[in-house]
């Protein structure tokens, strides 16, 4: 007998969001809840802290402190900031790997869900090759080795 793998419904929830026409579809992308404050600081506030640096108000460390900052975070900010020049400059984390906008994956998302409304959906190596389209079509920076 042929053992057919499928994934369990949690509770009596079938209005679920994450289950469209029968069909479990994961969210795009999976994001993960934060369970730390690091990284929360408005740029605003280094920016604040930066002009007291340079106008000479402050030391780095004192600066730090006056704005509850990371003296190295701080300080690696202050270095960004005067290799750009008057450009405003990114802090705290982001995706180094992300490839589609915010709008694309949505505009994804939409069509992978129509798919399985229609049909019985697509399968997930027919879903990267779709990414895989979307993302030649935007020309966008594909991570991944296409040499095979």
Not at 75 to 91: C, D, I, T
Not at 124 to 148: C, F, G, W
């Amino acid at each position: 007998m042929a053992m057919v793998h499928t994934r369990r419904r949690i509770g009596n929830r079938r209005d679920n969001d994450n289950d469209v026409g029968g069909h479990f579809v994961n969210r795009m992308p999976r994001t993960r809840k934060r369970t730390t404050t690091r990284a929360e600081k408005d740029v605003g506030v280094y920016e604040q802290a930066y002009e007291d640096i340079t106008t000479g108000l402050l030391s780095l460390r004192a600066a730090a402190k006056k704005y509850d900052l990371c003296h190295v975070s701080l300080s690696r900010y202050k270095k960004k900031r005067e290799e750009a020049g008057e450009n405003s400059v990114a802090m705290g984390y982001r995706a180094w790997n992300k490839v589609f906008t915010d709008e694309h994956e949505k505009i994804m998302a939409d069509y992978i869900i129509r798919a399985s409304q229609i049909y019985y959906g697509l399968s997930p190596k027919e879903i990267k090759r779709l990414a895989y389209d979307l993302a030649k079509k935007y020309n966008l920076n594909i991570l991944m080795n296409t040499k095979k």
